[in-house]
């Protein structure tokens, strides 16, 4: 141990979900980690054994009686999450078990571990960025497999790296300009204004692209929202019991059945979508059902998806309120739903989609019943294709609203470099603009951090991890 690893404590969670298992993990982690299981374990002594090794033994409680079986594995400094030793204990799930497991512990000289304490070590110890560290607690959150791949491509390491890359092309860039004020006497040209240009035009559309993919990233972390609006009566919540295979909404015939917004978290797919069934759209003098329908409009405005639906046998009145209620989100992707299909002759579904079509160019129109699997299948591919296509064109999603906004940063001085190399302006003034965008890029990894910066990052995190 070194002297000044007397001063750090070490730490002790149950990092198992709260509630009974089969089995429960505590994790242990710090300079005196092995010293501390050692004094309420039973079994190898774990400070002699090798490092990634498993060992059965019996923990005692904090009063020196058998508490019960337990597997101790153990990681060495620095081979390990924290960067530190640690001791992860699997014992059986009782809420007593992990209870007492906790107390002897801390009797033994652990403390135990505040939100997110055994990431941000693995933070300070460089085992992982900030960047890399956030991804954890997203991998940890993600409950669909784009969710899951966004946050284990951050936990990993191939957004750091591409952000490395960028540092790497801003520091090329400013040691050009700085060769160029060195020798700016002697006239010789490094490089050619036309190469300083080509490098920051490049890095400024990968900072926008990387910022503009938040939109989409954000959505598939947090869940898609799709608004399903449209007149009453028109199927829209049949459509969300279709999609959900649920009884989630009341369905009836009659008019303004529904009136309040009816949220779902639905799985299609690689995607979690966040359907909302809200009020049917129609004028009405009842005071609550006109709150119901400001709603479905907010509801539609905040979407990134709003699924219109006709009724294909009253088509008149949603084709008056289609455009309006449209334009409050121009945005949003739009599919049309021309409904209950299985009631009129298809020369007449025919007839309102060519007629939608025209008014709505930007939509995408389809004939549907809710009472169709094939139909809801159609819709649900209509659905996952329309986000396929918005993250197509970057293979890398920001999820975290503090990286877009730092990407953003770092895109308008960026911008501020091009200007400058436009117009002549000195290298050193461009120099700075160039430090600035590298001190915004800093901070997604923790090149650059404040204490106030990690704590907010890392209490958000669960204790455990
Ligand atoms: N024939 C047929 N009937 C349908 C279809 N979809 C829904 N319906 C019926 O249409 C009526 C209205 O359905 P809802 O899902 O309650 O309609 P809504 O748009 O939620 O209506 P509000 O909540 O009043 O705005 C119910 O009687 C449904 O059974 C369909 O595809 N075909
Ligand atoms: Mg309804």
Known sequence: MEPNELNIDTICA????PGVGGIAVARVS?????????????????DAVESHTAHLGTILDSRGEMLDQAVATVYK???SFTGEDVVELSVHGS??????????LCSAGCRLADPGEFTRRAFASGRLDLAEAEGVADMIASNSRAAHRAAACQMRGHYSARLAEMRDRLIE????????????????????????MDIATGLYDSLTRLRDSFAT????????PVAIVGPTNAGKSSLLNALSGDDRAIVSDIHGTTRDVIDDLIEIGDYQFRFQDTAGLRTTSDAIERIGIERSINAATRARIIIYMIDSSAPEAALDSMAQTLNCNPEASVIIAINKADL????????????????????????????????????????????????ESEDLLVTNARHAQALAQAAESTHR????????????LIAQDIRETIHHLGTITGAITTDTLLATIFTRFCIGK
Not at 417 to 428: A, P, Q
Request: charged share 35%; hydrophobic share 40%; glycine share 6%.
């Open 217 to 224: 990233g954000a959505a598939i972390k947090e869940g898609i």
């Open 344 to 391: 009129v002759d298809s020369a007449k579904v025919e007839q309102i989609k060519d007629k939608v079509a025209e008014m709505q160019p930007r939509a995408e129109v389809m004939s549907m019943s809710t009472r169709d699997a094939a139909a809801i299948d159609a819709l649900k591919a209509k659905l996952t294709g329309l986000i396929d296509q918005s993250r």
């Open 95 to 104: 809420r007593w078990i992990q209870r007492e497991l906790i107390a002897s």
């Open 417 to 428: 470099t091009i200007d400058g190399l436009r117009t002549g302006l000195s290298g050193d």
């Open 77 to 79: 400094c620095p081979r």
């Open 173 to 196: 860039l400013a040691s050009l300009l700085e060769l160029e004020l060195d020798f700016s006497e002697e006239e010789v040209e490094f490089a050619s204004r036309e190469r300083l």
């Open 30 to 46: 710090g300079p005196r980690a092995l010293t501390i299981v050692d004094r309420i374990w039973k079994g190898r002594r774990l």
């Open 14 to 17: 149950i990092s198992t979900p």
